[in-house]
């Protein structure tokens, strides 16, 4: 056995170079990465790699320390966003971060990993963004259409630095659409500034809970106060509490709520403006009608 | 907030103190932002900026400056980020980092503490204002009554967030967490008697914690989260008028004017909630990697209510007016919820990845409450007991499997079909036959897109997704829908890239009660200059052109006739930032930046809103930079004039950076 040992280091340290090696020529990257988070993997024998942490992710460094040919080298940051996420998950998958567990890349073939992370720290950048400027700076630059919309009078205050993308989203993947966060174990992430909003209540108000905050809400950014997905908030009850009659349970297609539980002049300004009586519209512990 | 300056006071004085000589001195350009190098033994590295703002107005509507932007006067501390150097044996790392600190509407601060291999701390605190005046009538021409807003808070949120995490990064690695979120301040409310509403004053004081542990295990290609945690909730938000109110309804009512004169209304709501959360990823194969979470909560709630009106009101089920009513009511509800998903992704050749994804979330909520109401008039009393129970059923699932093949080394393909079904049932009209609604969840989705690279020059990708049909829970929910995500970026010279967006949703629903037309569209583009990595020159431009049609029935019970809600915006967002910073002449560097963004919208509700900004900076000394910053918003509602404003800010700061 110990014979077998000795011929699998010897066999690992011909293919390795050690970080050492590598420093060498990369003086420059090396010393950055000695800042960097990663380095513990150089110096953590419990990590497997330590003294030969360059290679966990550039793959065995031997043939490139004698060549030094940049074919005979793995460089993660021209691999496929699929093949760079395959690669960082085989350490980070199920990680738990600041912003919800890794679940898996970033989108279906969008960016990898580094496209987000700068591993080695260049130009600066560092390994995770977390001012939260610097975040929404960092989402902003794909996610431009976003970003108009946070220019909107009415919106979360991203663009005041008051929150970032991550609040709400978790870029590593997520069970909900969206990417959005969670919340205790399954419930949005809005509920963890909305507390509020959470419940359950004694009286439900069905569309929050079967299709979300968005149902009603702009939650990045609206031209309309309250961030409403219409400019008043009447006609944003209507459209499910039509009054036309909807098809019932015995039909083939039944929809909810078309029907509202009172028939109300809208030509009179005081019911043009539901949620003045209707104020737990969320939800209400004490009355169907969502009125207390 | 003294503490917190006193304290930066004395890091100030701290650093200032191992400050030689100033870079005009020794004839270095220092760059603005760049850390200046510290000197090995250097306890503390890091930067302040303590500044001071002036605010000229607003001129307009001040309500919906504070609800909008919300910007004072005043002393800042606008940032402070410190990284202390290893301390054995305690910590090889602390970092601190706080933000707008002072006065300013949001306030945030971060700690982490973390010591290689042993434990990780981080503590996060958040203080938000949430300030909304925001007029939300309906009517504009309303009454002027009505111009006040009768749904309005003075608010804050506070949230605080601590994590221990131990032995991170080896095998096994448990983990304690506690959170609380809160939201307390005064604001509006109505109270309503039909057929009136009472705007009244209210107080909204709840909180949230949250306890968590659990453990974190990785072993041989297995990751594995397991986490209990449990949640304690309260509510005591109440209201309350001792003010004559004539209300909404200021004609009289049957020969009576409506009034409330007092009103005492109080909730005492207290919840708990249990949770366990399971993840696990495995690569079972070397093709094959698996990954499912489980979830599971048991939130409820109990809910204690009085409330007590003096005053004149009717009462509908007697035809009779009172005077004064009183309730209270208690209430239970108790909403077991799971989730569970399951993601298998299979790569049986080296081109082809296969992904199949199934998830479930399951949801009941089954209420009960007692409510008992008591009219007094003179000379007689009404008792009401209303014994009433709820329920909301939701079982949602969602199968989809995807095929990505990698076409050409640069070009990879993936389609694929997405099956979503379920049911919910959810309280019934009271105008209808039925005490429970029902509606099942069918949808067949088709998934298409393709994703482009050539070296690191260009990026290009679009992602297609359409259904025909099938069943929905809402009039307003996806139908017949298709919609397009594409995207692009080409940097076409050194320093140069171009980038592109567009998205498009289109849904109908042709059911002739519906008649649903539903449009969403935006498109961006922009393109930035950053030659030499932006060192002394940074040019970015972005232009983002959105629409919003959307046309659903409705019928108009006042005229017992079928109307159109009909809603369109023609959304125009423009962005510049240029920022200049010429080689440094004699030591001196400054470097100015211009620009802003500007929102303007037509249709529905016409909107303009500008926030164009200009900042100097000037390194002053080594690591010492003044800051100045200028900014301007305005509002411009052209159907609601009377909400608009606009405010002039300049804010001067120095910054030290070590």
Known sequence: MLLVGMAAFAQTADIHASSDKCAACHDEISKNFEKNPHHVVETDKHLGHAGFACEACHGPGAKHADSLAASDIRNPGKMTPDEQNKLCLSCHRNERTPVGPVADGHAKDGPGCVGCHSIHGADRRPLMVKKTADVNHLCAGCHQSVWADFQRPYKHRLAEGAMSCVDCHNPHGSNMAEMMRVSFANEPGCFRCHGEMRGPFTYEHAPVRLEGCAACHEPHGSANPRMLIRQEVRFVCLECHSNLPVPQPSTAHPTLGGVPPAFHDLRNPQFQNCTVCHVRVHGSYVDGALLR | ?658
């Open chain 2, 1 to 658: 907030m003294r503490t917190l300056l006193l304290v930066a006071s004395f890091l100030v004085a701290a650093v200032a103190q191992d400050q030689t000589a100033p870079a005009a001195a020794s004839g270095s350009a220092a760059s603005p932002d760049a850390p200046v190098a510290t000197p090995a033994d250097s306890p503390i590295s890091g930067s302040i900026e303590l500044g001071y703002r002036f605010v000229q107005g607003p001129l307009g509507n001040a309500d919906v400056y504070r609800s909008t932007v919300d910007l004072s006067q005043g002393p800042r501390l606008i940032g402070l980020d410190f990284t202390v150097q290893p301390v054995k044996p305690l910590f090889d790392r602390l970092e601190v980092h706080a933000s707008s600190w002072g006065g300013d509407p949001y306030n945030a601060a971060r700690i982490e503490v973390e010591k290689n291999g042993l434990y990780r701390l981080t503590a996060d605190y958040r203080n938000m204002a949430y300030f909304d005046f925001l007029p939300s009538f309906a009517n504009p021409a309303a009454s002027a009554g009505s111009l006040l807003t009768e749904s309005s808070f003075d608010t804050r949120i506070r949230s605080s967030d601590v994590e221990l995490e131990m032995l991170p990064g080896r095998w096994i690695s448990p983990y304690f967490g506690w959170s609380r979120s809160s939201w307390y301040g005064d604001g509006i409310t109505d109270f309503t008697a039909f057929p009136n509403n009472y705007p009244v004053s209210n107080s909204i004081s709840d909180s949230t914690n949250t306890f968590r542990g659990g453990v974190q295990i990785q072993s041989h290609g297995v990751h594995l989260v397991l986490e209990e945690g449990g949640t304690t909730f309260r509510d005591d938000q109440g209201a309350s008028d001792t003010t004559l109110n004539n209300g909404d309804y200021t004609a009289t009512y049957f020969g009576e004017q409506l009034n409330l004169s007092s009103l005492s209304e109080l909730y005492r709501v207290r919840g708990d909630s249990l949770y366990t959360k399971a993840l696990l990823a495995a690569n079972p194969l070397s093709w094959l990697s698996v990954s499912g979470q489980f979830l599971y909560a048991d939130p409820s709630l109990t809910t204690n209510y009085t409330s007590l009106a003096n005053g004149t009101f009717f009462l509908p089920a007697t035809f009779l007016f009172y005077n004064s009513g009183s309730d209270i009511a208690t209430a239970d509800a108790e909403m077991p919820h799971t989730s569970g998903s399951l993601n298998v992704e299979a790569r049986p050749i080296r081109r082809l990845r296969i992904v199949e994804y199934w998830s479930t979330d399951r949801l009941h909520n089954a209420t009960s409450s007692l409510l008992m109401e008591e009219y007094l008039t003179t000379g007689s009393q009404f008792l009401t007991t209303n014994p009433d129970a709820d329920r909301l059923v939701l079982n949602d699932n969602e199968q989809q499997i995807e095929v990505f093949y990698d076409l050409l080394p640069n070009l990879t393909v993936h389609g694929g079909e997405r099956y979503e079904w379920g049911d919910a049932t959810v309280r019934g009209s009271p105008l209808s036959e039925f005490p429970l609604e029902s509606a099942s969840l069918s949808r067949n989705t088709g998934l298409a897109g393709a994703s482009y690279r050539w070296k690191q020059h260009v990026r290009a990708s679009a992602d297609f997704e359409a259904a025909t049909g099938g069943e929905e829970y809402f009039r307003t929910s996806l139908h017949n829908y298709w919609k397009l995500h594409s995207r692009a970026q080409w940097d076409f010279l050194t320093g140069w890239r171009l980038a592109g967006d567009f998205f498009e949703l289109n849904n109908n629903n042709p059911d002739p009660s519906v008649n649903l037309q539903f449009t969403s569209r935006a498109e961006s583009a922009s393109l930035s200059w950053l030659p030499n990595n932006g060192r002394n020159v940074s040019v970015l431009l972005e232009y983002t052109r959105s629409n919003v049609n959307s046309n659903i029935l409705y019928l108009d019970p006042g005229t017992l006739g079928t109307a159109l809600s009909a809603y369109l915006e023609n959304g125009n967002t423009a962005t510049a930032l240029i920022d200049l910073a010429p080689k440094a002449v004699h030591g001196f560097a400054p470097r100015f930046s211009f620009g802003g963004s500007l929102f303007t919208s037509a249709g529905s509700q016409p909107t303009d809103y500008y926030q164009p900004t200009a900042r100097l900076s000037i390194p002053l000394a080594k690591g010492v930079q003044w800051n100045s910053e200028w900014r301007w918003y305005s509002l411009a509602e052209r159907l609601y004039a009377f909400e608009d404003f606009r405010s002039n800010q300049l804010m001067v700061s120095l910054k030290y950076t070590r």
